[in-house]
């Protein structure tokens, strides 16, 4: 019986075992893994894959993942983004809480909100004064809602339980029933409203 001798044990090409340990990883985890990933998602979940998209007669009017802003009083307004509500410029302000400039935005915000809701700036929730991490949270705690009740009622001519009622079918509760905190989806609610029955 031969046995290899110690000059062809050293012989042998060291760098075979790390290309095929690397090409191992990248085709199969960074390529097939990903693919399977995708593809698997796509047949499970496709409208949350193809991005939440919400159409109004054939037409895409936005997510349901992405907060848009709304300018017109008959709409309830959306948390500020620091990203200007962009999809491809995703951020925070990465201002931290001690920053002046912070404190002078939120400051000016909660001054503007107020003014416009007819409510006491201390009574102003925070996110709608603050902006998320993401920079296009497209949801709104109910009290941030709650306070938008009135002006959107006048503007639209409807009467305000029928706007509460509204806002209460589109309040979300925790995922699972465990994760996380009420919400509101402002988009949403804010379909519906347009879908709403006017006053005769």
Sequence with gaps: MNTPSASSVAAAPAWRPALVLAGVTLL?????????????????????????????????????LVAQPFADERYFQSRPSAANYDVMALAGSNQARTNPDLRTRID????????????????????????????????????????????????????????ERLVAAHTEGPQFGLLGAPRVNVLELNLALDEARKPE
Aim: charge should be negative; proline fraction near 6%; charged fraction near 20%.
């Design 28 to 64: 199969g985890f960074g390529l097939l893994y990903s693919l399977a990933g995708a593809g698997l998602g796509s047949l499970l979940f496709p409208h949350q894959a193809g991005g939440s998209l919400i159409e109004r007669d054939g037409r895409v009017i936005g997510s349901s």
């Design 108 to 163: 000016e915000a909660r001054a503007a909100v107020a003014a416009r809701e007819g409510v006491a700036p201390a009574d102003v929730p925070s996110d709608l004064v603050t902006q998320s991490g993401g920079g296009i949270d497209p949801h709104l705690s109910p009290a941030a809602i709650r306070i938008q009740i009135a002006r959107v009622a006048r503007a639209r001519g409807l009467p305000v339980d029928e706007v």
